[in-house]
């Protein structure tokens, strides 16, 4: 799962080995530094530099949960796009998500 949010670009995977723990994965590490402090989450960053994302989390289902829950709770503005140009620890990714967004909308079905 992508997940696009006001602190940061993650993708999450179950991890191949364990159905228990995941895998938050950046390709910036202040993402996930970002993530520790407004999740709570008690885990440290490994960094795979040989990885297609190069900073990773494992963390089990339950802290998963917990994390999504405080993301929604984190939800304080009427305009995804408008709001992350306006961070300045984010709008360097707002070109990126208007491709993704204009990737999609051309996914749409034909009225």
Known sequence: ?????AHGFYSVVQHRDDSDQFLVRARVR???DNLKRVASIDAPI???????????LYISREQLGAMMATLTESIEYD???DHIHA??????KSRAYMTVWSAMQETETPR
Do not use: A, E, S, V
């Open 87 to 92: 961070l300045p620890d984010q709008k360097h």
């Open 79 to 81: 305009n995804f796009k």
């Open 30 to 32: 202040g993402d996930l």
């Open 1 to 5: 799962m992508w997940l696009m949010t």
């Open 46 to 56: 490994k960094d795979t530099p040989g990885g297609d994302y190069k900073h990773r």
